[in-house]
């Protein structure tokens, strides 16, 4: 592939900024570009501004996607098919405890096999892969490793800022910003495992359409993606949250389904949204979460957020029948330590 000049990646850049779309071609071709690091630093990140500053359609979002996946991410093969990927994309407006690594183990401990794949804090304060580490999963695993792991303990994650993972540009990248780019999406789905099957977060409905889209259009056969509002504080959050409604864009292969739901429909009290936000530092973290798969109601309104999005993927691969059975057996889980002992079992054998 012949690469680009400074001045014909520029000019795309200065249509960005004109609000002018670009094809999926020419969204893969640039980040090509990002991916061998063939443009001056300053370019790259003009071009990841005014892309996000702009508005990513579902083909600038495919395209990145192709090319992360093509030049910068390893490839694994001896997983079953029934791998699911569960996280959220980031760049919400309210952060919160670090549900869906808390989620993960509790859909791992009933049986479903799940293939992670996440990164270091970037525009949250703690991420997948630094709360993970402070529980003492090794996040520097190969990639075999993470495949064992999955194979044999039902849970593995793959670190998106590791060179086994994505072996040259998507750790340089993410390792330099501190805001939201279409990474947050393209990269996020860019999991090494390539799942059929999801449920992702994203921070605003208008993202709910276009991003099942961009699964349908990679190779995702059946999925959720869920965006939630917090209402003390006029927030949003790329969870299903318990301080206000979650908003749901289901599919199943052609099928299609869109729908609301209020923390009541599904038997939560609807909770104030200081009981899950964010804490200052790791250590704080790493103690609520801890305390959280415990299971002891220290943090009750933690373990009503982790088994409310634990549940969507129960009653999504079918094993409630309902979202609110989800949830339900999903609290009786943590109740009965079976996402501890996940961890466990996962930390034995990671490291």
């Not at 570009?33 to 071009?47: K, V």
């Not at 670190?159 to 086994?164: D, Q, T």
């Not at 103690?287 to 129960?314: H, M, Q, W």
Request: with cysteine; glycine share 10%.
């Amino acid at each position: 592939m012949e690469k680009m000049t400074t001045a014909e990646f520029g000019a795309y850049v200065q249509k960005l900024i004109e609000k002018k779309n670009l094809t999926s071609l020419e969204s893969y071709l640039l980040f090509s570009e990002l991916m061998t690091n063939s443009q001056p630093d300053l370019q790259q990140g003009a071009f990841l501004a005014a892309l996000i500053a702009k508005g990513e359609t579902v083909d600038e979002i495919v395209g990145a996607w192709r090319a992360i996946d093509e030049f910068d991410t390893v490839q694994v093969e001896g997983l079953p098919d029934t791998i699911i990927d569960n996280s959220g994309t980031g760049m919400d407006n309210f952060k919160t405890f670090n549900v869906s690594s808390a989620a993960a183990l509790i859909v791992a401990a009933h049986g479903i096999p799940v293939a992670r794949h996440g990164a270091r804090a970037i525009t949250s304060r703690c991420g997948t892969v630094d709360i993970m580490e402070a529980m003492g999963v090794n996040v520097e695993c190969p990639p075999e490793q993470v495949i064992q792991s999955i194979n044999s303990v039902g849970i593995g994650l793959f670190n998106g800022m590791s060179p086994y993972i994505h072996p040259g540009a998507l750790g340089r990248i993410l390792s330099q910003i501190r805001f939201g780019t279409t990474f947050n999406i393209a990269a996020s789905l860019a999991n090494p495992a390539r799942p059929k099957r999801a449920i992702r977060g994203v921070h605003s409905c208008s993202l709910l359409n276009p991003v099942s889209q961009v699964m349908r259009q990679i190779g995702f056969h059946h999925g959720m993606v869920v965006h939630g509002s917090v209402d003390d504080c006029n927030g949003s959050i790329d969870e299903l949250s318990v301080c206000g409604k979650s908003y749901i864009n289901y599919f199943d292969g052609d099928k299609i389904e869109c729908f609301e739901i209020e923390p009541e429909d599904v038997g939560i009290s609807r909770h104030s949204s200081s009981t899950i936000a964010a804490l200052g530092s790791l250590e704080q973290e790493s103690e609520r979460f801890l305390s959280t798969i415990t299971g002891r109601n220290k943090y009750p309104e933690c373990e009503d957020f982790v088994a409310l999005n634990a549940g969507a993927v129960l009653w999504m691969e079918g094993i409630s029948s309902t979202l609110s059975d989800g949830f339900a057996e999903a609290r009786n889980t943590l109740k009965q330590g079976g996402a501890l002992d996940r961890l466990h079992l996962w930390r034995t054998s990671q490291c």
